[in-house]
């Protein structure tokens, strides 16, 4: 397989978790039988033919407290708020922007409710915060929301929705719904 299949068929963070715990070998990408040291400083690396991924997700506000390895593209696979408000929001860009990685590339979570259109139309005011949410977000990485971009050759797909759980952002019902989104 290969790997925009499937990030569109499992998600980036179901991807993410499992390249975490298995590593990017066992999903038929990237070298076999062969070890790679992601703990190698930047001079060994020269010359190298990998792209280095670091994903993280369900931050929830917590993001200064990560030491991230090095890395070529820094991948967050969704809530990156606890409450979804445009402060926290801000926050995370803040920090986003100071990541030394050639490349950053967001996807919204079930808890990132700012960014959600339809989740911040029915708040009390009725107002839509989402266009300043993603407009803000934007300035400080790629922001996928069912879209992809090509980063060095490899493809990446970002698509928000989860299945509805207690009216959360993104929310999408189960069955016909949700399979034209996944």
Same mark, same amino acid.
């Given at each position: $397989?290969?790997?925009? +299949?499937?990030?569109?068929?499992?998600?980036?963070?179901?991807?993410?978790?499992?390249?975490?715990?298995?590593?990017?070998?066992?999903?038929?990408?990237? $070298?076999?039988?062969?070890?790679?040291?992601?703990?190698?400083?930047?001079?060994?690396?020269?010359?190298?033919?990998?792209?280095?991924? #670091?994903?993280?997700?369900?931050?929830?506000?917590?993001?200064?407290? /990560?030491?991230?390895?090095?890395?070529?593209?820094?991948?967050?696979?969704?809530?990156?708020?606890?409450? +979804?408000? /445009?402060?926290?929001?801000?926050?995370?860009?803040?920090?986003?922007?100071?990541?030394?990685?050639?490349?950053? #590339?967001?996807?919204?979570?079930?808890?990132?409710?700012?960014?959600?259109?339809?989740?911040?139309?029915?708040?009390?005011?009725?107002?839509?915060?989402?266009?300043?949410?993603?407009?803000?977000?934007?300035?400080?990485?790629?922001?996928?929301?069912?879209?992809?971009?090509?980063?060095?050759?490899?493809?990446?797909?970002?698509? $928000?929705?989860? $299945?509805?759980?207690?009216?959360?952002?993104?929310?999408?019902?189960? +069955?016909?719904?949700?399979?034209?989104?996944?």
């Amino acid at each position: $397989p290969n790997v925009t +299949g499937l990030l569109i068929a499992f998600g980036v963070s179901h991807i993410c978790n499992w390249v975490l715990r298995y590593g990017w070998v066992t999903i038929g990408v990237g $070298p076999r039988h062969e070890q790679i040291d992601l703990t190698t400083d930047e001079e060994s690396r020269k010359g190298n033919k990998y792209l280095r991924c #670091v994903c993280i997700s369900d931050t929830h506000g917590h993001h200064r407290k /990560l030491k991230l390895p090095k890395g070529d593209v820094l991948i967050h696979a969704g809530d990156v708020t606890q409450n +979804g408000t /445009l402060a926290e929001l801000q926050d995370f860009c803040q920090w986003l922007k100071a990541q030394d990685f050639r490349h950053k #590339v967001v996807i919204a979570g079930n808890h990132d409710t700012c960014l959600d259109s339809a989740y911040s139309k029915k708040k009390d005011d009725g107002e839509d915060s989402a266009a300043a949410a993603e407009e803000q977000i934007k300035a400080a990485c790629t922001y996928l929301n069912n879209s992809s971009v090509e980063i060095e050759g490899l493809k990446f797909y970002g698509a $928000p929705e989860s $299945p509805a759980f207690m009216s959360m952002a993104f929310n999408v019902d189960r +069955g016909k719904a949700m399979a034209s989104v996944w």
